[in-house]
Every structure is written in structure tokens, then in C-alpha cells.
């Protein structure tokens, strides 16, 4: 399972930079989407994926089973989800009224603000 | 978009949808929920609705004014924040109420935990309401 | 401790007082600039705490230091907080006069303090998770800010600014994932205690260069560079110098904390690269300011290749380096937010701030003219201004490490930005003023407001103050930089042990 995973936030990856070289708007935002999920699944694979085994602590001794999951990663992973569902959101309205201004999906044409006089 | 299916399914589903959104909300200390699931329950009902009936009526609406429940939603998260700075003297610790036990819902366990929640869940909906308003395509 | 509390609420409490801005109206600029005061005070008295106690630490929570998120402020972190409140309110009261009510309509003054917060928290937490949390906090402001006026120049360098941002905090997340892959643990202290009994250099590496490059980005090191100056001329000057003050300067923090914390036991591994980057930083930044013909895009350039000064001073990674990277730091804090500020009055006063269309500025308002000259040429690093002791420390302590080609570097940089600032002075304030166009005299007949002349007046002072009297930051940046040399008793201190 814990492989699967690794292999699929590869492709992820992969996908991501791909979208992110092209020149098209609505594939930045695919890029940057396909990115951030590719990081979310590696940060989830680095607690060590086990099924059946949450942290939950016997109620007679108190204590925790031997190889339980690890919550942190999924509490990283949430956050960075929210945080990243944020962002994203402010992305596609920027690069909306981005498009409405410039009139424009091609990536190159967003050259003025760096020109030499 | 005029759909009388949709007019009709709203009007029993919107209450539901808003109902589960706080049922989500209040179990969210021990189980899966919390503030920021319930909060966009909460933001998809009304988006349903908005879709339904038409933005005008939610804009008029004076609950869900996007930047108030913000505020609101951020002052009642800090002062939850505040509470076990003021009672223990530690930021952020929990401090809970005696548990009650009610007819229906059963033992009922209130604390700083749950305002934080219930803080999220109003900045979460002030938030979602706030993007949709911006990305609706009627709105420029 | 409430003080540490305080550096954080403030700012948040100011912020969402802000927020309905149609209750309080004309109350909204004062109250956010009470609020920057009133962060001074308490960043003052967390200086002094930091000053008695070396550390000033909470468990948020009461969650022991391992597993609970921890603030942290040691003398550094106190240092920057405290500058962070100065720039505060100078920029609060600059707002006063430069940000119209449209702006304040879309909620500019809540956004400032918001950002306010993520940088505060940025310089306080212990925690890596934490830092990244800050970060989006400081950013999702800054994204907002940058395009708050939606011109076209602003939605455009505002992608730039975003994306390239936002791909640098997915790379920080995965840093931190595969850290806490490695030693389950996110606790900067409890990672720096484990890497030092670590030596499984592969994985530490991969994040030590994730990280790297994130906070590259964020600080606008060499390759990574090119999003600032497509981006920061083009929103409202007083957003503009609380971006060239801060943002750059959290990076620079977050690198500074990683490698004389985190990563201090694998420091050789980043050396060779770290100096590398420092001097390509100085030499591109500085070409960059010397072809352009604007002042807001030279002073852009120009936090490029200054941020290349400090990264130098890290770099070579001496007490006396990090020491001269510390006074830089807050010199170049100072010098670079009243060059913005001042920008803007230029360009309220002759409606551009395009250099050929400039002229006669020296005449037509001399105490202008003076208010440019000090940080401008503090920049450029003429004794006795406070540019020339950050300077001198940090070539000092290039020379004593004989990282000779770097300083040669750093003297020829320096040469250029003197050059650079002279082009300004010669173009704006001695050089005839061109023919006269319509708005320029429209424009120069109303008086500049005081509330936007007293900041920079203020941060002038304070540059002054610091050129002729080093040794107080000089000493207190040694002292800070002693405490960053000696990651056990950050570890120490906050893992209780």
C-alpha cells in the first residue's frame, strides 16, 4: 500500500511540473493543484500507512498497541489541506480576473511588469 | 438556472443539509467532523440554495453576511484561545464544562474545544460564501 | 511570556477590529495604528525578557516540548519582532496618508496586520509544522495585498508573486514530510538534538535542500530570485515597503534558524552551495538594479542582491559572520522600507517615479533631497552611515574565513550599488528637471501630507542614530548570534532536559 502511494505522488509530481511547463492558464492551476496533492500524499506516506490499527489506547491499561498509525501525519495532511484549498481558491479567482484584464491564457504574454524600459 | 425540481428539493434539503453540518460540527472532538467539515456542509447548502433561487436572496439574507461571520467566527476562536490562558494560565488548554446528560442527545460534554469549532465553522462559512460570491459569474 | 502572547494577539485582535470597516469609517487607520503601537510596546518588553532570560518559551497548551507546539523567542527572534513593530508603525502611519478609502473598503488595514501575524509567528514558533502554518498565514495576506487594487500590472506580477510562492510552500510541506519521515518528530529543538546523534546524511539531505530551496525562494535568493522584482513595484508603496522590510527578511530568518539550528551538525553539507548562491544573489541583483530605469524597480533589484549580503554572512557561518548578518538584517530592515516609503513620496510629489521623466528635485525641495540621501547612501554603504558598519562586518568576516574571491564579490557589489543609488541622485534630485509635463506641475503644487513624512523622518533618525552609535545593535547582534552558535542551549531550554 505504502508503495502504491509513493508511485502514485510520484506521478503526481510528474503531472504537476508537465502542467506547470505549459503555457496555458487553466493548466497552471491543474499544475499547482496536481503539486500540492502529490505533497499531501507523500507528507501522509511518511507516518507509514497500516490499516486496522488506529492509536487507540486500551481501556483497561492504558496503553497503546504496538505498531498503530501514526496520527501526526494525517493531522499535518489536514491542515495542509485546508491550507491548500485556500490557496487554491484564491488562485483560480486571481487567475480569473487575471484573464478578464489581460485578456489572454497564454502564459508568455505576462510580460509587462518585468520589461526594461 | 430555473429548475422547479431543484426549487423543490432545496426546500427540504436546505434545513437538513444546515441540521447535519452542526450535528458534524458538534461530534467533531471524538469522532470524524469538526468545525471545518461543518462549516462547508454548511457553505454547500447555502450554495445550493444560491443556485436554486438566485444570489439575491442570500445577499439579503442577514445572517450570512461573508465578512461578519468571519469576524464573529475569529473573535469567538480566540477567546477560546483565551479562557485556558485566563483559567490555567496556559494558552489553548482545554477547559471543559461538568458533563450534562440530556434526554435525547445523551451525555452532553462542553468546552473551550467545541467554541474553537464552532469559531472555525463561521470563519469556514464566511470564507466559502465569500469565494463563491466572488467566483459567481453574474457577480462582475 | 503574556508578552510573546501579546506579539501574536495584538496584531490579530487589531486585524479583526479592522474588518467592518463600514461601523467604524475614519476609526480604521487609527485604530490599526494603535494597534502597531501598542505591538511596539509589547515587542519592547518582549526584547527585555529576552534580554534577561536568554529564552522566553511557551507550550501552547501545556503539551510537553516534543509534542505540543512551542514558541520560542531567544534574542534573534526578539530582535526581529521587535523591528517587525517599528516597521509597523511607520507604515501604519504612512498608511494615513497614502491609502484611500477604496483600499480601506477592501479591507487594507486588517490584511496588514494579519500579515503582521504571520511574520511575528514565523519568527517565534519552534515548531517546522508551525513555521509552514505561519507562512501561509503571512502569504495569503501578502497575495491579497499585492493585487488589492486589481491594475493590470498588479494582477500580473501578483500571479508571478503567487505561484512561485505557493510552489515554494509545497516544497517546504515536503521538507518537512520527509523530516518527520526520518525522526518523527517536528519539534525544531528535538530535530536539531536528533540530527546531531544522527549521521544518515541521505535522507537529511533531500530535506535540508527542499528546505533550502523553499526558503530561497521565499527570501529571493539567486535562481529563485526573479518573482520580486516582477512584482513588488506594482502595488501601493506603503504595501510595497512593508514587503521589501518583512517578507524577504522571514525567509532570511527561516534560513538563518535552519542552519545554525535544524541542520548545524550538517552545516558543510549547504556551505559550498550557500556561498555560492550568496555571491551570484549579490552580482545579479545589483546587475539587475544598474539596467533599470525606474526607482521602485532599481530598489527592488535591490533587495535582491542585499539579501545576498546576509546570506554571505550566513554562509560563512562564523560567530563574527552571523553576527554581521544579524546587523545587516535589521540595517537593511530599516534602509529599505524608508526607501520605499520615500518612493512614494517622490512619486506623490511629481506623479512618477520613472527616472528620465524626474529632475530638479534637489532644488525644488531639498529636505526631500537630504531624507533620500541618508538611507540611500547608507544602502550604498558610505562610512559613517549604518550601511558601511553592516557592510564592513560582513566583508570583516569574509576575510578572516579567506573567502577571498566572496569578498572581492561583495566590494564589487557594494561599488555597484553606490553606483546605482548615484544614478538615482543624479536623476532625480541634481539633474535639470525635464520639461515641464501637465501633471508634474499639477501634481508638485499641494504640499506632502505629514502623516506620510513623519515615518520616514522617524526611520531616518533611527538610521542615523545606528550609523553613529553602533555598538549597542552591534553588541546585542553578537550576543544573538553567540545564542545561535550554541544550539544545545536552544535544545536544552526548550526540550527541559
Same mark, same amino acid.
Given at each position: 500500500?505504502?508503495?502504491?502511494?509513493?508511485?502514485?505522488?510520484?506521478?503526481?509530481?510528474?503531472?504537476?511540473?508537465?502542467?506547470?511547463?505549459?503555457?496555458?492558464?487553466?493548466?497552471?492551476?491543474?499544475?499547482?493543484?496536481?503539486?500540492?496533492?502529490?505533497?499531501?500524499?507523500?507528507?501522509?506516506?511518511?507516518?507509514?500507512?497500516?490499516?486496522?490499527?488506529?492509536?487507540?489506547?486500551?481501556?483497561?491499561?492504558?496503553?497503546?498497541?504496538?505498531?498503530?498509525?501514526?496520527?501526526?501525519?494525517?493531522?499535518?495532511?489536514?491542515?495542509?489541506?485546508?491550507?491548500?484549498?485556500?490557496?487554491?481558491?484564491?488562485?483560480?479567482?486571481?487567475?480569473?480576473?487575471?484573464?478578464?484584464?489581460?485578456?489572454?491564457?497564454?502564459?508568455?504574454?505576462?510580460?509587462?511588469?518585468?520589461?526594461?524600459? | 438556472?430555473?429548475?422547479?425540481?431543484?426549487?423543490?428539493?432545496?426546500?427540504?434539503?436546505?434545513?437538513?443539509?444546515?441540521?447535519?453540518?452542526?450535528?458534524?460540527?458538534?461530534?467533531?472532538?471524538?469522532?470524524?467532523?469538526?468545525?471545518?467539515?461543518?462549516?462547508?456542509?454548511?457553505?454547500?447548502?447555502?450554495?445550493?440554495?444560491?443556485?436554486?433561487?438566485?444570489?439575491?436572496?442570500?445577499?439579503?439574507?442577514?445572517?450570512?453576511?461573508?465578512?461578519?461571520?468571519?469576524?464573529?467566527?475569529?473573535?469567538?476562536?480566540?477567546?477560546?484561545?483565551?479562557?485556558?490562558?485566563?483559567?490555567?494560565?496556559?494558552?489553548?488548554?482545554?477547559?471543559?464544562?461538568?458533563?450534562?446528560?440530556?434526554?435525547?442527545?445523551?451525555?452532553?460534554?462542553?468546552?473551550?474545544?467545541?467554541?474553537?469549532?464552532?469559531?472555525?465553522?463561521?470563519?469556514?462559512?464566511?470564507?466559502?460564501?465569500?469565494?463563491?460570491?466572488?467566483?459567481?459569474?453574474?457577480?462582475? | 511570556?503574556?508578552?510573546?502572547?501579546?506579539?501574536?494577539?495584538?496584531?490579530?485582535?487589531?486585524?479583526?477590529?479592522?474588518?467592518?470597516?463600514?461601523?467604524?469609517?475614519?476609526?480604521?487607520?487609527?485604530?490599526?495604528?494603535?494597534?502597531?503601537?501598542?505591538?511596539?510596546?509589547?515587542?519592547?518588553?518582549?526584547m527585555?525578557?529576552?534580554l534577561?532570560?536568554?529564552?522566553? /518559551?511557551?507550550?501552547?497548551?501545556?503539551?510537553?516540548?516534543?509534542?505540543?507546539?512551542?514558541?520560542?523567542?531567544?534574542l534573534?527572534?526578539?530582535m526581529?519582532?521587535?523591528?517587525?513593530?517599528?516597521?509597523?508603525?511607520?507604515?501604519?502611519?504612512?498608511?494615513?496618508?497614502? /491609502?484611500?478609502?477604496?483600499?480601506?473598503?477592501?479591507?487594507?488595514?486588517?490584511?496588514?496586520?494579519?500579515?503582521?501575524?504571520?511574520?511575528?509567528?514565523?519568527?517565534?514558533?519552534?515548531?517546522?509544522?508551525?513555521?509552514?502554518?505561519?507562512?501561509?498565514?503571512?502569504?495569503?495576506?501578502?497575495?491579497?495585498?499585492?493585487?488589492?487594487?486589481?491594475?493590470?500590472?498588479?494582477?500580473?506580477?501578483?500571479?508571478?508573486?503567487?505561484?512561485?510562492?505557493?510552489?515554494?510552500?509545497?516544497?517546504?510541506?515536503?521538507?518537512?514530510?520527509?523530516?518527520?519521515?526520518?525522526?518523527?518528530?517536528?519539534?525544531?529543538?528535538?530535530?536539531?538534538?536528533?540530527?546531531?546523534?544522527?549521521?544518515?546524511?541521505?535522507?537529511?539531505?533531500?530535506?535540508?535542500?527542499?528546505?533550502?530551496?523553499?526558503?530561497?525562494?521565499?527570501?529571493?535568493?539567486?535562481?529563485?530570485?526573479?518573482?520580486?522584482?516582477?512584482?513588488?513595484?506594482?502595488?501601493?508603496?506603503?504595501?510595497?515597503?512593508?514587503?521589501?522590510?518583512?517578507?524577504?527578511?522571514?525567509?532570511?530568518?527561516?534560513?538563518?534558524?535552519?542552519?545554525?539550528?535544524?541542520?548545524?551538525?550538517?552545516?558543510?553539507?549547504?556551505?559550498?552551495?550557500?556561498?555560492?548562491?550568496?555571491?551570484?544573489?549579490?552580482?545579479?541583483?545589483?546587475?539587475?538594479?544598474?539596467?533599470?530605469?525606474?526607482?521602485?524597480?532599481?530598489?527592488?533589484?535591490?533587495?535582491?542582491?542585499?539579501?545576498?549580503?546576509?546570506?554571505?554572512?550566513?554562509?560563512?557561518?562564523?560567530?563574527?559572520?552571523?553576527a554581521?548578518?544579524i546587523f545587516?538584517?535589521i540595517?537593511?530592515?530599516?534602509?529599505?522600507?524608508?526607501?520605499?516609503?520615500?518612493?512614494?513620496?517622490?512619486?506623490?510629489?511629481?506623479?512618477?517615479?520613472?527616472?528620465?521623466?524626474?529632475?530638479?528635485?534637489?532644488?525644488?525641495?531639498?529636505?526631500?533631497?537630504?531624507?533620500?540621501? /541618508?538611507?540611500?547612501?547608507?544602502?550604498?554603504?558610505?562610512?559613517?552611515?549604518?550601511?558601511?558598519?553592516?557592510?564592513?562586518?560582513?566583508?570583516?568576516?569574509?576575510?578572516?574565513?579567506?573567502?577571498?574571491?566572496?569578498?572581492?564579490?561583495?566590494?564589487?557589489?557594494?561599488?555597484?550599488?553606490?553606483?546605482?543609488?548615484?544614478?538615482?541622485?543624479?536623476?532625480?534630485?541634481?539633474?535639470?528637471?525635464?520639461?515641464?509635463?501637465?501633471?508634474?506641475?499639477?501634481?508638485?503644487?499641494?504640499?506632502?501630507?505629514?502623516?506620510?513624512?513623519?515615518?520616514?523622518?522617524?526611520?531616518?533618525?533611527?538610521?542615523?542614530?545606528?550609523?553613529?552609535?553602533?555598538?549597542p545593535l552591534l553588541e546585542l547582534s553578537t550576543k544573538a548570534?553567540?545564542?545561535?552558535?550554541?544550539?544545545?542551549?536552544?535544545?536544552?531550554?526548550?526540550?527541559?532536559?
Open positions: 500500500m505504502s508503495l502504491l502511494i509513493t508511485i502514485m505522488a510520484g506521478i503526481l509530481f510528474a503531472a504537476g511540473v508537465y502542467c506547470l511547463l505549459r503555457r496555458n492558464m487553466t493548466k497552471l492551476i491543474i499544475g499547482i493543484i496536481l503539486l500540492s496533492q502529490a505533497a499531501n500524499l507523500l507528507v501522509f506516506t511518511m507516518g507509514g500507512i497500516r490499516a486496522h490499527q488506529p492509536v487507540f489506547a486500551d481501556s483497561e491499561t492504558g496503553t497503546v498497541a504496538a505498531g498503530h498509525a501514526d496520527p501526526v501525519p494525517q493531522a499535518l495532511v489536514l491542515t495542509a489541506i485546508v491550507i491548500g484549498f485556500g490557496l487554491m481558491v484564491f488562485t483560480i479567482t486571481l487567475l480569473m480576473r487575471a484573464h478578464a484584464v489581460l485578456k489572454s491564457d497564454d502564459v508568455n504574454e505576462f510580460n509587462h511588469t518585468d520589461a526594461l524600459p | 438556472m430555473d429548475s422547479v425540481i431543484l426549487r423543490t428539493a432545496t426546500r427540504f434539503l436546505y434545513p437538513l443539509l444546515i441540521l447535519l453540518s452542526l450535528v458534524v460540527l458538534y461530534r467533531g472532538h471524538n469522532l470524524p467532523g469538526g468545525g471545518f467539515i461543518g462549516g462547508l456542509i454548511a457553505a454547500s447548502a447555502v450554495m445550493l440554495r444560491a443556485l436554486a433561487v438566485g444570489w439575491d436572496e442570500i445577499k439579503a439574507s442577514r445572517i450570512l453576511k461573508p465578512i461578519a461571520l468571519m469576524q464573529y467566527g475569529l473573535i469567538i476562536a480566540c477567546v477560546s484561545s483565551l479562557i485556558g490562558l485566563a483559567v490555567n494560565n496556559v494558552l489553548f488548554q482545554a477547559v471543559w464544562l461538568p458533563t450534562w446528560y440530556l434526554p435525547v442527545i445523551g451525555k452532553l460534554k462542553l468546552g473551550t474545544p467545541i467554541v474553537f469549532d464552532i469559531g472555525v465553522y463561521m470563519v469556514v462559512l464566511g470564507f466559502a460564501l465569500l469565494c463563491a460570491k466572488s467566483l459567481d459569474s453574474n457577480n462582475n | 511570556m503574556i508578552w510573546l502572547v501579546l506579539s501574536l494577539l495584538l496584531p490579530f485582535i487589531t486585524a479583526v477590529a479592522c474588518l467592518r470597516k463600514e461601523r467604524c469609517g475614519p476609526w480604521v487607520p487609527r485604530l490599526s495604528l494603535i494597534g502597531a503601537v501598542l505591538q511596539l510596546g509589547s515587542a519592547g518588553m518582549l527585555n525578557h529576552a534577561e532570560h536568554e529564552y522566553v /518559551i511557551i507550550h501552547v497548551g501545556a503539551w510537553a516540548a516534543p509534542f505540543g507546539i512551542t514558541l520560542v523567542a531567544d534573534f527572534s526578539a526581529m519582532v521587535l523591528i517587525t513593530a517599528v516597521i509597523a508603525v511607520a507604515v501604519a502611519l504612512y498608511s494615513m496618508g497614502d /491609502i484611500d478609502q477604496r483600499h480601506t473598503q477592501k479591507h487594507y488595514y486588517s490584511l496588514i496586520h494579519l500579515l503582521l501575524m504571520g511574520v511575528n509567528g514565523s519568527f517565534l514558533t519552534g515548531d517546522l509544522f508551525n513555521l509552514y502554518v505561519w507562512f501561509e498565514v503571512m502569504l495569503l495576506s501578502s497575495f491579497v495585498l499585492i493585487t488589492l487594487s486589481g491594475t493590470k500590472d498588479q494582477l500580473e506580477g501578483g500571479v508571478k508573486y503567487l505561484l512561485i510562492n505557493i510552489l515554494s510552500s509545497i516544497l517546504f510541506l515536503c521538507g518537512v514530510g520527509l523530516l518527520y519521515g526520518k525522526l518523527g518528530t517536528l519539534n525544531m529543538a528535538d530535530v536539531a538534538n536528533m540530527l546531531s546523534n544522527h549521521d544518515d546524511a541521505l535522507l537529511v539531505n533531500s530535506s535540508a535542500m527542499l528546505l533550502l530551496v523553499a526558503f530561497g525562494i521565499k527570501s529571493a535568493l539567486f535562481p529563485f530570485f526573479f518573482w520580486l522584482p516582477a512584482s513588488y513595484h506594482t502595488p501601493r508603496v506603503s504595501i510595497s515597503a512593508i514587503f521589501a522590510g518583512l517578507l524577504t527578511k522571514v525567509g532570511v530568518y527561516a534560513l538563518i534558524r535552519s542552519y545554525t539550528l535544524l541542520f548545524h551538525s550538517q552545516f558543510d553539507v549547504v556551505q559550498d552551495v550557500l556561498l555560492f548562491l550568496a555571491g551570484m544573489t549579490m552580482l545579479t541583483g545589483v546587475f539587475g538594479a544598474a539596467s533599470h530605469f525606474d526607482i521602485k524597480k532599481i530598489l527592488s533589484f535591490h533587495i535582491v542582491s542585499q539579501i545576498g549580503y546576509i546570506a554571505m554572512g550566513l554562509a560563512i557561518g562564523t560567530p563574527i559572520a552571523i554581521a548578518a545587516y538584517t540595517h537593511h530592515i530599516l534602509v529599505k522600507t524608508n526607501l520605499f516609503l520615500i518612493a512614494g513620496l517622490i512619486e506623490r510629489r511629481c506623479g512618477t517615479t520613472d527616472l528620465k521623466k524626474l529632475g530638479g528635485l534637489a532644488k525644488a525641495s531639498p529636505a526631500l533631497a537630504l531624507l533620500f540621501f /541618508i538611507p540611500a547612501f547608507s544602502l550604498g554603504g558610505i562610512p559613517p552611515l549604518s550601511g558601511f558598519w553592516a557592510k564592513f562586518g560582513v566583508v570583516k568576516a569574509g576575510l578572516d574565513a579567506q573567502h577571498y574571491w566572496l569578498v572581492g564579490c561583495a566590494l564589487f557589489v557594494g561599488v555597484l550599488t553606490l553606483y546605482s543609488m548615484t544614478k538615482i541622485w543624479a536623476e532625480a534630485f541634481w539633474k535639470k528637471a525635464p520639461a515641464a509635463g501637465k501633471e508634474q506641475k499639477a501634481a508638485s503644487s499641494d504640499s506632502l501630507p505629514k502623516v506620510m513624512v513623519i515615518p520616514c523622518v522617524g526611520l531616518a533618525l533611527i538610521t542615523v542614530w545606528l550609523s553613529l552609535n553602533p555598538e548570534s553567540e545564542q545561535l552558535g550554541n544550539p544545545q542551549g536552544y535544545i536544552k531550554e526548550v526540550l527541559g532536559k
